[in-house]
């Protein structure tokens, strides 16, 4: 059974720029969410897709949005990029049906933002 | 979700078992109570989840007294390796669905 996986691994962007995320999630889940981990703080929700609709949303501003296709795979994209976007990006992915708070995480992607 | 507090930091020692606190003092009836662990530059795992009483697993176990306002996880006989970051985690499905919050989380130091 194949894990969360996400690309790139790295990526360094400047001010302004745009930027896609992606993450393939784990055999048979149909959740995907994305976080943001700036150094030393704990991940901050940003927002979740189920079946291709978004199922909750963080507060982040619109400039960052996403996408679910049909086998479940997500992106993040990020419009006018700012220094403080500067972070690792996680995508996490949870069964069917999950009643409780176990989703599964991937390696993340390390954004640089100069 | 529930406000979750937890120590910082601690240290210890290879062959300890570590007890790391968690106070969710406004948990909801419906809320579970999950512990992940992060390594530096990785997402973080599951490690434990329960509702009350005790649970145990493979690599911990999770206390949850009957007024379920606090939690423990105990990690038995530690070794280098547990050095990362654990997370105390309150909520559970909520209708815009599961969004995990984070707090800063107790940063774990093993050391020889």
């Known amino acids: 059974e194949t894990g969360v996986t996400q690309s790139p691994t790295h990526l360094i962007k400047t001010r302004g720029q745009q930027v896609t995320l992606r993450c393939s999630s784990q055999s048979g889940h149909n959740t995907v969410s994305w976080y943001q981990q700036a150094l030393g703080q704990g991940p901050q929700f940003i927002f979740q897709?189920?079946?291709?609709?978004?199922?909750g949303r963080g507060n982040f501003p619109p400039r960052f949005s996403g996408l679910q296709f049909p086998n479940y795979s997500s992106e993040l994209n990020v419009n006018a990029l700012e220094l403080d976007d500067s972070a690792l990006y996680l995508c996490?992915?949870?069964?069917?049906?999950?009643?409780?708070?176990?989703?599964?995480f991937g390696p993340g992607t390390r954004l640089t933002v100069l | 979700l529930a406000k979750t507090t937890q120590p910082i930091s601690m240290d210890s020692y290879e062959g300890q078992e570590v007890n790391i606190t968690c106070s969710h003092n406004n948990i909801a009836t419906n809320d579970y109570i999950t512990w992940y662990q992060q390594f530096p530059s990785q997402g973080p795992r599951f490690i434990i989840q329960g509702y009350k009483t005790k649970v145990t697993n493979e690599v911990a176990s999770l206390f949850i007294p009957a007024d379920r306002k606090s939690s423990t996880l105990s990690l038995p006989r530690v070794s280098l390796s547990d050095t990362a970051v654990y997370y105390c985690l309150v909520g559970g499905q909520a209708g815009g669905g599961n969004k995990l919050t984070f707090g800063t989380g107790t940063q774990l130091k093993v050391e020889l």
């Open positions: 996490a992915s949870s069964p069917a049906g999950t009643q409780t708070d176990t989703q599964y």
């Open positions: 897709y189920y079946r291709e609709e978004e199922n």
